[in-house]
């Protein structure tokens, strides 16, 4: 079994920051992919940032400049660096990776249960 636990959610101002954790944690054999969604109220999940194991990085074209994606493959961990918060940042932001387990013949994509970040005006 597999869980992916995230930390650093909260409420901020419009122009700070937030850095964003998500930890891998239990039968981890490897990870491939792994990234940021973000829902908002009303609005489907979204991409907002992935890094693959090879470290390249794609962002959403709205996060782009302010958002930062990195990972630590030793600590199993994928980080999100959120500046210059906007409040239509405002979503709950969950963490996916592609992982391999020990028992597994084939990888799955795994979800966090998502972290709520809200940015006031």
């Known amino acids: 079994q597999v869980q992916l636990v995230e930390s650093g959610g909260g409420l901020v101002q419009a122009g700070g920051s937030l850095r964003l954790s998500c930890a891998a944690s239990g039968s981890v054999s490897s990870i491939n992919d792994m990234g940021w969604y973000r829902q908002a109220p009303g609005k489907q999940r979204e991409l907002v940032a992935v890094v693959t194991s090879g470290g390249t990085t794609n962002y959403a074209d709205s996060v782009k400049g302010r958002f930062t994606i990195s990972r630590d493959n030793a600590k199993n961990t994928v980080y999100l660096q959120m500046n210059s918060l906007k409040p239509d940042d405002t979503a709950v932001y969950y963490c996916?990776?592609?992982?391999?387990?020990?028992?597994?013949?084939?990888?799955?994509?795994?979800w966090g249960k998502g972290t709520q970040v809200t940015v006031s005006s």
């Open positions: 996916n990776a592609f992982i391999k387990t020990w028992a597994q013949h084939y990888g799955m994509g795994y």
